[in-house]
């Protein structure tokens, strides 16, 4: 008769003193309950998770519930617990805190390879404690990508498409990844990925990063509802057999048939990597920013502003009510843009729901294109290069719509050499967009952002006043030294004020001059569920009264946070008297963008309110009546975002004075400086 072979796992210090003291009760008095998750995911269970500070006893129901299976031994001291997927058995002792069957999370992590976080090591009804699975092994090979974790844990595959190289993404929740953790290296008869490479995007996630070859794609899922530990994501052409049939009238038409890839709504942002670019408002996309290290802060020296476009002499366009832009050269030397040239042969609108809409855009090859919002929110701009429009019907340039979203599309050819096509569509409010490139098509996704509906007073809001105590953020020189830390809280609570007289919920990460760690700050907005987040900081650079003004960074791609993102800068820049700078992803920044930002699950902002080392901008960030103005501002622009309804005239409560409206320029001729005060 075979042996049956059985591993013993030590038992913890802390655990040996629970049996040595259990008697006097010693130890219980001093446990308290704790909050746990599982992952990326709360373990709810009765009874409660303990913990003395040092170590926590979970109920044996964990073991179930991580889909491991357990027996008790007879003396019911100790049990044989079989984690997933393995072969073997391991024997982890019992605890008995208040007479309850219970084991030490350390001897739980150790048989299962995992890790324990507990960021408040604090015992209190609010602590929380997560066991983390750990991330085994990466392969990629023939086209597929292989991923294993010590335990079943969600995941979010993704793309960013149409950019250079072309990437796909699997964020894993719940996970860890060792210092020194190198993936397989890919063969190099492989052909279809280039390079594969792993990072700790956030404490909590880790991300796969493969670099496809051209005309490759992941297929898009999640894995938030059957969790995985082995995780295989498939790679294939971008192809589809949707066929755009040209409409016959200006009415809405039933959708089209979609290929067969499972195609879902991202739960948070740091997964949410849609098909879109991360551009900025000035409409070409930007590259990200790949600073030799994920922590590494960029300098001047590797500031993106070779990657921003210029603005062309051109007149406005008729219709689109804003400047047409020339493309800008590579870093090969060759324009962007300098693709086969195609036709755009229909423009064909999909009502999908009150809540999503579709445009396909017929082309007679593959094409890129680049969006935007028009400055003012009122249009969503779509820029096709290398495009002539050649459409089968004249009704299709010109096009009405009943829809709650849209209401016309109007096309023009913006630009005869080098060719350009412009498709812009009224919006009846703010909405977010997403852009998928096909060979015969591209397939623009519009949908009502994130948190958008109901009014603002139903809704939660985290205002995060950037830095806090040791960390002072960026410093201006004038008269006396100015601190970023104590304007950003001085208009943080002024927005408070204004959030709370429209009756939302306002949370603030910080209401004092105290520190707040950098990840403390999304992770309350996430514990709570918030609604919205917004981030107010002051920008700063290396050369004294050099660049003045606004600008509002939204997180990578994320279609929901720009959309917000868009309604602050407008507001903002309305009322402050300075330059708008633009609506930025945080990815020209960092190639993972602003902590902040990327670990928030709402939609999420960070707003550059002014340059705090320019004289002009400065004396208007320590002026009280500026602060109001602001923060009167942001507030519009988060209600606008939620009601849709366009920005009331501003009158401070209790003054009569005129408050000076800066007109916004379409686009500004201005140096995006890196700040160099923003942690990533």
């Known amino acids: 008769m075979k042996q049956k072979r059985t591993v013993l796992i ?64 007879k003396s019911g001291e100790s049990l044989y617990f079989k984690p997933y997927g393995s072969t073997r058995e391991v024997e982890l002792a019992i605890a008995r805190p208040k007479g309850e069957p219970m084991i030490a999370l350390s001897d739980v992590a150790k048989s299962l390879q995992a890790v324990v976080f507990m960021p408040d090591q604090k015992p209190s009804g609010s602590a929380k404690v997560s066991l983390l699975s750990r991330l085994l092994g990466v392969k990629y090979q023939n086209g597929e990508l292989r991923i294993s974790t010590s335990f079943p844990v969600p995941y979010h595959v993704r793309m960013l498409a149409d950019t250079m190289p072309i990437r796909g993404y699997v964020d894993i929740e719940g996970c860890v990844v060792a210092a020194g953790f190198k993936p397989e290296s890919i063969s190099y008869s492989e052909k279809f990925a280039k390079k594969l490479s792993v990072s700790q995007n956030d404490p909590e996630i880790v991300r796969v990063v493969v670099e496809l070859a051209q005309g490759l794609e992941f297929t898009v899922l999640d ?22 049939q040209n409409p016959k009238s200006k009415q809405l038409i039933p959708a089209s048939p979609k290929p067969e890839v499972k195609k879902v709504e991202p739960i948070s942002k740091s997964s949410a990597l849609v098909q879109t670019q991360s551009s900025s408002s000035l409409d070409d996309p930007a590259p990200l920013v790949n600073p030799s290290s994920p922590d590494e802060k960029p300098t001047n020296d590797s500031s993106p502003l070779s990657a921003l476009p210029k603005t062309s ?24 843009h300098d693709a086969i040239p195609v036709d755009i042969r229909d423009l064909v609108l ?22 935007h919002y028009s400055p003012d929110s009122s249009q969503l701009i779509i820029d096709v290069p290398n495009a002539t429009l050649r459409l089968n019907t004249a009704d299709s340039m010109e096009q009405q719509t009943n829809h709650p979203l849209i209401t016309a599309l109007h096309a023009i050819q913006a630009q005869e050499s080098p ?10 409010r703010v909405i977010g967009f997403s852009l998928a490139p096909f060979n015969d098509h591209l397939s623009v996704e519009l949908r009502l952002p994130t948190n958008s509906t109901g009014v603002l007073a139903d ?82 650079n290396g050369r004294s009264n050099s660049a003045s003004g606004t600008s509002t960074y939204y997180h990578l ?30 990815g020209i920044m960092y190639q993972n963008g602003f902590a902040v930002l990327r670990a928030s699950k709402m939609p999420a902002v960070l707003c550059e309110v002014a340059y705090i080392n320019n004289a002009r901008d400065r004396a208007a960030l320590t002026s009280s009546d500026f602060q109001q103005r602001v923060a009167q501002a942001m507030c519009d622009g988060l209600r606008n975002y939620v009601e849709g309804r366009p920005r009331a005239a501003y009158s401070p409560s209790k003054k009569s004075e005129t408050i000076r409206v800066a007109s916004e320029p379409a686009f500004v001729h201005a140096e995006i400086q890196v700040p160099t005060h923003i942690g990533n």
């Open 10 to 73: 030590s038992v913890s210090l802390s655990t040996l003193l629970f049996f040595c003291s259990t008697a006097s009760g010693i130890l219980a008095d001093s446990l308290h309950p704790i909050k746990l998750n599982l992952g990326a995911q709360e373990f709810t269970m009765n009874p409660s998770c303990l913990t003395d500070g040092q170590e926590t006893y979970v109920p044996l129901a964990l073991l179930k519930a991580i889909g491991g299976d357990f027996k008790l031994r």
């Open 223 to 244: 894995g938030n509802k059957n969790n995985a530990q082995q995780i295989l994501v498939q790679t294939h052409k971008s192809v589809t057999q949707v066929i755009v």
């Open 313 to 336: 002499p051109q007149p406005t366009a008729a219709g689109t009510k804003e400047p047409i832009r020339t493309s800008k050269p590579s870093r090969g030397g060759k324009s962007r």
């Open 350 to 371: 999909h009502s999908e729901s009150d809540r999503v809409m579709r445009l396909d855009i017929a082309t007679s090859g593959r094409a890129a294109a680049f969006m």
């Open 419 to 428: 060719p350009m096509a412009r498709i812009a569509l009224d919006m009846s």
């Open 459 to 540: 809704k939660l809001i985290v205002i995060d006043p950037g830095h806090g105590g040791s960390s002072s953020g960026a410093l201006g020189r004038g008269d006396g030294l100015v601190y970023e830390k104590d304007v950003t809280l001085a208009i943080a609570l002024k927005l408070r004020k204004e959030l709370e007289n429209a009756g939302a919920r306002v949370v603030m990460t910080r209401d004092k001059d105290v520190d707040v760690p950098l990840y403390d700050r999304p992770r309350l907005a996430n514990e709570i569920g918030a609604d919205l987040f917004v981030s107010i900081h002051n920008d700063s």
């Open 557 to 586: 791609g994320d279609p929901n946070s720009r959309a917000l993102a868009a309604c602050v800068q407008k507001e903002v820049t309305a009322v402050s008297g300075l330059p708008s700078r633009g609506v930025l992803s945080d």
